[in-house]
């Protein structure tokens, strides 16, 4: 069986030169009260980073999506643009109430 390398939890001269005085002195206390080496608790950072980023970013799809309604309304003037919308939910409920008769008439 091999034996794996000792942990070490020392910050490498270039990464503490890389990350600054500050950020150094931050990730040295992590690592001193977590016993994670600082490469796994840089990685985790990533990693929350990466979820959060996908959470708080919209997808260019949706970005989009918004840009393309907003252009659809821009020269409607509020009045003109309420009746369009008040029509689009009659129409819906309309059709759901369409279903629900058509659904007890079966029965």
């Known amino acids: 069986?091999?034996?794996?390398?000792?942990?070490?939890?020392?910050?490498?001269?270039?990464?503490?030169?890389?990350?600054?005085?500050?950020?150094?002195?931050?990730?040295?206390r992590i690592t001193r009260k977590s016993g994670l080496p600082p490469e796994?608790?840089?990685?985790?950072?990533?990693?929350?980073?990466?979820?959060?980023?996908?959470?708080?970013a919209p997808s260019p799809i949706s970005r989009q999506a918004v840009g393309l309604g907003a252009a659809r309304w821009r020269n409607v003037d509020p009045g003109e643009r309420s009746e369009i919308?008040?029509?689009?939910?009659?129409?819906?409920?309309?059709?759901?109430?369409k279903k629900g008769q058509s659904s007890s008439d079966a029965e």
């Open 1 to 28: 069986m091999k034996k794996t390398p000792p942990v070490t939890t020392e910050l490498t001269p270039a990464l503490a030169d890389a990350l600054g005085a500050r950020r150094a002195a931050l990730l040295r």
């Open 40 to 56: 796994a608790i840089l990685d985790l950072a990533l990693e929350i980073m990466d979820i959060t980023s996908a959470r708080l």
């Open 85 to 97: 919308m008040r029509r689009a939910v009659e129409a819906r409920w309309a059709k759901h109430r």
